[in-house]
């Protein structure tokens, strides 16, 4: 099994920052991504931003040059720097990961229980 631990949302005002970090624990064998997505009320759970084992990163246009995912693979985290937040940034943000798990043939897609961020105008 793999547990997925966010922290880090808040309540901000429109153009400040905030950093989002998830911890991965559990039988871990390999992550081979992780990445954040994001559900506002009433709309559907979309990706933000997601990166793979070797850094190529890949994210949504709307938080393009916003944004910036990273991860240390050494300790299993990965983390979404949020700059010029705007008011349609407000959600309940997830951290997903794909990762090995108890053997090489066992896949699996794991998330966290989310951190919201609210962006007051």
């Known amino acids: 099994q793999v547990q997925l631990v966010e922290s880090g949302g808040g309540l901000v005002q429109a153009g400040e920052s905030l950093r989002l970090s998830c911890a991965a624990s559990?039988?871990?064998?390999?992550?081979?991504?992780m990445g954040w997505y994001r559900q506002a009320p009433g709309k559907q759970r979309e990706l933000v931003a997601s990166v793979i084992s070797d850094g190529s990163a890949n994210y949504a246009d709307s938080v393009k040059g916003r944004f910036t995912i990273s991860r240390d693979n050494a300790k299993d985290m990965v983390y979404l720097e949020m700059n010029s937040l705007k008011p349609e940034d407000t959600a309940l943000y997830y951290c997903?990961?794909?990762?090995?798990?108890?053997?090489?043939?066992?896949?699996?897609?794991?998330w966290g229980q989310g951190t919201q961020v609210t962006v007051s105008s």
């Open positions: 559990g039988n871990i064998l390999r992550i081979e991504a």
């Open positions: 997903n990961a794909q990762a090995y798990s108890g053997g090489y043939d066992h896949l699996v897609h794991a």
